[in-house]
C-alpha cells in the first residue's frame, strides 16, 4: 500500500528536510569539531565533502522516497520489486529504520541536557560562576540517572506527540511554528554575539585555514559529520521524500538544503566562538564546549542569562525538529505494514527507543567505566552505539547512492531529476563513484578492526573508481 500522504505545499518538503538537518549537529557538534579540530582546515574538509557527496546523496535519497511513495523499508520492497533486482537492497530500508531507532535513543538523552540548562540560565543559577563551579554543574547533572531520564522522557515525548498528530496536523504545523521562531533566535543570538562577543577573532579561528592543522582524524571526522548534519542514509529524508510534491525541483531542493544546513552551523560556530573568544575561554574544550564553556561565557556577560535562556531554547528546537524526522520513517512503516494506527505505531517506536535511550543515561553516571558492555565492548554503552551510527550511516548512504545510480534506470532519473544533461552526467558520476569511493573511506576507517588496512583497501578503491568512471565517460560519449 502506497503512502496518501503528500505535504501540503510544494515547499513543505524543503521546510521539513531543514527542519531534520538542522539540529544538534548543526549547533552542539559542528562548532566542537570545529574547535577540536583546527577550525579552517576543517571547515574545508567539511564543505568540500557536502557539496561532493552530501548533495548526491541526499537528491539520490529524496529520489527513492518520492519515486517509491513508501516508507524507507516498503518504499525499497516495491522498487526493488518493480526492478526486478535483489531484495538484499531492502537492507537500505532496514539500515535506516535501525539507525533512526538508535540514533533517537541517545539524541534525546542529549537534547534533554538542554532542558536543563533552559532551566540553569533562567534561574540565574550561573550567574558569576567560576570555571570550576559550572564544570562541576555539569558534572552533576550527568551524574543523576532519575535527572537524566526525566529529561530524555519529556523530550522524547514532545516529539512523539508531534508525529502522532499526523504527517499534517503534526509535522507540519510543527515545523511552520518551529522553523521561524529558530530562525529568528538564531539572529538575537549572532546580533548578541556581534555586539559583545570577539566576531574578528570567531571569524579568524572558522576562516583561517592552516592545512597543517588538520589532522587525519580530523578529517574523516569532518566527512562524518557532514553525513549526520545533512540526516544522511538513515531513512528520514526517504520518508520525507515520499510526501514530497512532484513539481518541487530535486537538485534546487538538495542545494537549498545544504546551503541552509551549512549557513546554520556557520552561523552558530560564528557566534558561539565569538562569545568564547570574547571571555577570554578556550574553543578547543571538546563536547563541552556547549554545557560548560559557553554557559560560563553567559554567566559573566550582561544580560547572559536570558540570551543563555533563548540559546538553549534554539538547541531544543533545532532538536525536536530534528527527532521528529527520526520517528517519521519508524512510525510510516508500522502504519503501512501492520496497519496499526498513527498514536500506536509512533508508541511503539518510541518506547522501544526510550528504553534503549536507558543505556546512554547510564554510560555517564552507574555504566561510566564498568559495566557488561565495558566487557563484552571495552566501551560505554553510548559510545558503542554512536560507532553502531558511524557505521550504519555511511553504509547506508553508500547503498542509496549505488542504488540510484546503478539500478534506477535513465529514463526514471531524468524522469524525476528534470535537469539538463551535463548536471545529470555530473550527477550520475559523483553518486556511481565519488560518493561510494568516498563513504567507503570513511566506513572502512570507522570499523576499528580495520584501521590497519584503509590505506590500500581506500587507494585500491580509488584506482578502480577512477578506471570505471573513465570507462563509463567513454561508453557515454561514444554510445556502445
Ligand atoms: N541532522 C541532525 C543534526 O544535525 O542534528 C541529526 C539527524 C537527524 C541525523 C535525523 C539523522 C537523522 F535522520
Do not use: C
Amino acid at each position: 500500500m502506497s503512502t496518501n500522504n503528500v505535504w501540503t505545499h510544494k515547499g513543505t518538503f524543503l521546510l521539513a528536510a531543514v527542519g531534520s538537518a538542522v539540529g544538534l549537529g548543526n549547533l552542539w557538534r559542528f562548532p566542537y569539531l570545529a574547535g577540536e579540530n583546527g577550525g579552517g582546515a576543517f571547515l574545508l574538509v567539511y564543505a568540500l565533502t557536502i557539496f561532493a557527496v552530501g548533495i548526491p546523496i541526499l537528491i539520490a535519497e529524496t529520489m527513492l522516497g518520492r519515486n517509491s511513495r513508501r516508507s524507507p523499508i516498503m518504499g525499497m520492497r516495491f522498487l526493488t520489486r518493480t526492478h526486478h533486482t535483489s531484495r538484499a537492497w531492502e537492507s537500505i530500508g532496514w539500515l535506516g529504520a535501525v539507525s533512526a531507532f538508535v540514533i533517537l535513543s541517545f539524541y534525546s538523552v542529549i537534547a534533554g541536557w538542554a532542558i536543563h540548562y533552559t532551566g540553569l540560565m533562567l534561574s540565574g543559577g550561573l550567574i558569576d560562576a567560576d570555571a570550576e563551579r559550572v564544570a562541576a554543574s555539569f558534572d552533576v547533572l550527568l551524574a543523576s540517572p532519575p535527572l537524566l531520564a526525566l529529561y530524555h522522557s519529556l523530550f522524547i515525548g514532545a516529539s512523539a506527540l508531534i508525529v502522532g498528530l499526523g504527517v499534517h496536523r503534526g509535522i507540519e504545523n510543527g515545523l511552520r511554528i518551529l522553523m521561524p521562531a529558530l530562525f529568528v533566535i538564531l539572529m538575537v543570538v549572532l546580533a548578541y554575539a556581534v555586539m559583545i562577543g570577539d566576531m574578528a577573532a570567531a571569524a579568524d579561528f572558522l576562516f583561517t585555514f592552516h592545512l597543517a592543522d588538520l589532522s587525519l582524524e580530523g578529517w574523516l571526522e569532518a566527512m562524518g559529520q557532514s553525513f549526520f548534519t545533512l540526516s544522511l542514509g538513515m531513512g528520514a529524508i526517504m520518508a520525507y521524500g515520499a510526501y514530497m510534491s512532484g513539481d518541487a525541483s530535486l537538485t534546487g531542493t538538495a542545494f537549498t538544503v545544504a546551503i541552509v544546513d551549512t549557513a546554520v552551523a556557520l552561523v552558530a560556530g560564528l557566534a558561539i566562538f565569538a562569545l568564547v573568544f570574547g571571555a577570554g575561554l578556550d574553543p578547543a574544550e571538546g563536547p563541552g564546549l556547549m554545557f560548560v564553556t559557553l554557559p560560563l561565557a553567559f554567566g559573566e556577560m550582561p544580560g547572559g542569562t536570558l540570551l543563555g535562556a533563548v540559546f538553549f531554547l534554539l538547541v531544543l528546537g533545532a532538536a525536536l525538529s530534528s527527532a521528529i524526522s527520526l520517528i517519521e520513517p519508524v512510525a510510516a512503516y508500522l502504519v503501512e505494514r501492520f496497519d496499526l494506527s498513527r498514536p500506536q505505531a509512533v508508541s511503539a517506536m518510541v518506547v522501544a527507543s526510550w528504553a534503549l535511550g536507558l543505556l546512554t543515561v547510564f554510560s555517564f553516571n552507574a555504566w561510566a567505566s564498568d559495566s557488561p558492555f565495558h566487557e563484552l565492548f571495552g566501551r560505554s554503552p553510548f559510545a558503542v552505539l554512536e560507532l553502531l551510527t558511524n557505521i550504519f550511516m555511511p553504509l547506508g548512504g553508500l547503498l542509496i547512492a549505488l542504488f540510484a545510480g546503478w539500478v534506477l534506470t535513465h529514463g526514471e532519473v531524468t524522469k524525476e531529476m528534470r535537469t539538463g544533461a551535463s548536471w545529470f552526467r555530473v550527477w550520475r558520476l559523483l553518486v556511481r563513484f565519488v560518493a561510494p569511493a568516498a563513504v567507503a573511506f570513511v566506513f572502512l576507517r570507522s570499523i576499528p578492526q580495520v584501521q590497519g588496512y584503509w590505506v590500500p583497501a581506500i587507494g585500491a578503491a580509488v584506482i578502480v573508481g577512477a578506471f570505471a568512471a573513465a570507462h563509463s565517460f567513454l561508453v557515454e560519449r561514444h554510445g556502445s
